[in-house]
């Protein structure tokens, strides 16, 4: 699994420099238990043109990131969009999940997320789906970390349900 999440690791930084439209439609979800604040902190790294194109397709738009207007209505857009296709549950609870804003460059954008409080989880559940809407051949790879204890695994649309026991 090391060497897939290096491989794909490669290929977004290779293809984020480069013009070139890419090959694989892969995003990376981090999903990481903060001690401090006892929620999970999660990230979504996604090609911005796949993302972008992913969101006028589902909401039927025309946004544009890297295009300041567009702000707010992206933000609208990704807040309900990251509800709809990113659940997750921990010690068998659904938790609430909040959109905490994005990031962009020009060629990635990073989605932050951060779920409500939850003590000491041990079992950690999630349906992750970004982009399922757009390609059947789409690949999340997801990392679960809890007290530095790092579980990564590969979801192929349409596979959008891990587990993970800590």
Sequence with gaps: M????????????????????????VGSVEINYNQKS???EITGRFFLDDLENGLN????KSLH???????AQLNESLKNYSAEYFKLKGNNKFLNVNYVG???????????LESEKIDNPKKVESAV?????????????VHIIINGNRKSEKLTYPNRYLFQQF
């Excluded at 690791?9 to 439609?25: A, D, G, N, Q, R």
């Excluded at 397709?57 to 039927?60: A, E, R």
């Excluded at 990131?65 to 702000?71: L, R, T």
């Excluded at 994005?102 to 932050?112: A, G, Q």
């Design 65 to 71: 990131f890297n295009d300041p207007k567009f702000k």
């Design 2 to 25: 090391k060497k897939l999440f290096f491989f794909l690791s490669v290929l977004i930084v290779f293809f984020s420099f480069t013009e070139v439209k890419h090959p694989y439609h």
């Design 129 to 141: 789906s970004f982009l399922y809407n757009l390609f059947d051949d789409q690949i999340n790879i």
């Design 102 to 112: 994005y990031e962009e460059d020009h060629e990635s954008v990073n989605i932050y």
């Design 57 to 60: 397709n589902k909401y039927s």
């Design 38 to 40: 006892k929620t999970f």
